[in-house]
């Protein structure tokens, strides 16, 4: 049965009489529905995917979604003449959403009956139902970040980048080269706190201690000057990521504290963590510091440890772990560099702070390449 406590991450649309009047093999010319435009553009802007599953033909239905200017809403649009259940069941696939998050709409009793009986966790509604929808609570996320306002966008932007690696016959680094990628790394603000909580508890497999850290933490982090909540976000010639990764890090006299770094799975095939490390390397390098980091083995982040691990951080005991208040976590162990000098990024750009400057006065941070 579905659970209309979760919130839906993705709405299908059937085309004939649900989003527009009419059926357009028969009549030809085929309007919108008053108000779904508006619909659409509302939840496109609440971080929610929109598809479609619709028996129709697909050059014609698609020519007409462009015509009346809606058609760039809709990612993995499926339209043809297999059953709605299963082309539910592939754009949840392809989009790896669990069922629960998936909604349909369709004007025709016996296709909900369809797509209830073989995919019972999906949400159903009919055509009648479509006005409301934007007031009930599972088409209402609790927040919406700047990266959910633009969720559509990355996407499309990470299918457009699926598609030329999969028509690249070089190298990976070749191609990773080829994307133009640009990684950002800035002092986060308010406005991005929301992300940053996000990020410290949904990733996983790339997250150095797997510590949720609230916005309200995050906040007070924020006004502390000892402390530097760093958000990282990247772009290509495709389109952007997002926001990818959030390093927390005490920048002391003689010794950082790097508290948590987490990326994004997402962008574990470009060598995000392993850039981050090494440019935070560098600035403490230049800081003349030593680098400490926090780490704890979870079920999912042997890749983080390894990443640790490459970029020379070690278990070995340092005086200056004495220095460092106990920590509270348990299983939290405390690895250690002696940071040296690193050289850019090969692969891509980078545009990060001089954190070695007055710490507080973070209107003097110089971007650098």
């Not at 479609?52 to 007409?64: L, Q, Y």
């Not at 497999?205 to 402390?227: F, I, K, P, W």
């Amino acid at each position: 049965m579905a659970d209309t406590t979760v919130t839906v991450k993705c709405l299908v649309w059937d085309l004939d009489n649900t989003l527009w009047q009419g059926t357009l093999l028969e009549d030809g010319e085929v309007r919108l529905y008053p108000g779904v435009r508006e619909l659409i553009q509302l939840l496109d802007s609440r971080g929610i995917l929109q598809s479609i599953a619709s028996k129709n033909d697909h050059d014609h239905a698609w020519a007409k979604l462009e015509e009346l200017g809606v058609a760039e809403y809709f990612v993995l649009p499926h339209i043809g003449w297999s059953p709605k259940s299963g082309s539910i069941r592939s754009i949840a696939e392809e989009l790896r959403f669990a069922h629960g998050t998936m909604a349909f709409v369709d004007d025709q009793a016996a296709e909900q009956a369809e797509v209830a009986f073989h995919l019972p966790a999906v949400r159903c509604y009919s055509a009648d139902e479509v006005a409301g929808l934007a007031e009930l609570p599972e088409f209402n996320p609790e927040t919406v970040t700047q990266d959910a306002r633009r969720r559509r966008e990355m996407y499309q932007a990470g299918f457009r980048r699926e598609a030329a690696q999969a028509d690249f016959t070089g190298p990976d680094e070749e191609f990773i080269r080829s994307l133009d990628l640009e990684m950002r790394i800035e002092h986060a603000t308010v406005e991005h706190l929301d992300r940053v909580e996000e990020l410290t508890l949904r990733t996983s497999q790339m997250n150095a201690t797997g510590v949720h850290y609230s916005r309200e933490t995050l906040a007070g982090l924020l006004d502390d000057h000892r402390n530097r909540v760093l958000v990282t976000s990247m772009s290509d010639r495709f389109g952007p990521h997002g926001a990818v990764g959030v390093v927390l890090v005490e920048t002391g006299a003689d010794v950082w504290h790097l508290k948590l770094l987490a990326t994004s799975c997402r962008v574990v095939s470009f060598g995000a963590g392993s850039v981050i490390l090494r440019w935070l390397t560098d600035q403490a390098a230049q800081a003349g510091a030593h680098l400490v980091a926090d780490f704890r083995r979870t079920e999912r982040n042997r890749m983080m440890e390894i990443a640790y691990r490459f970029s020379g951080f070690t278990g070995e005991t340092c005086p200056c772990l004495a220095s460092l208040p106990a920590d509270d976590v348990s299983g939290l162990q405390r690895l250690h560099l002696v940071p040296v000098p690193q050289a850019p990024p090969t692969t891509m750009n980078l545009i990060a702070p001089n954190l070695t400057s007055v710490p507080g006065n973070r209107l003097s941070d110089v971007l650098r390449p």
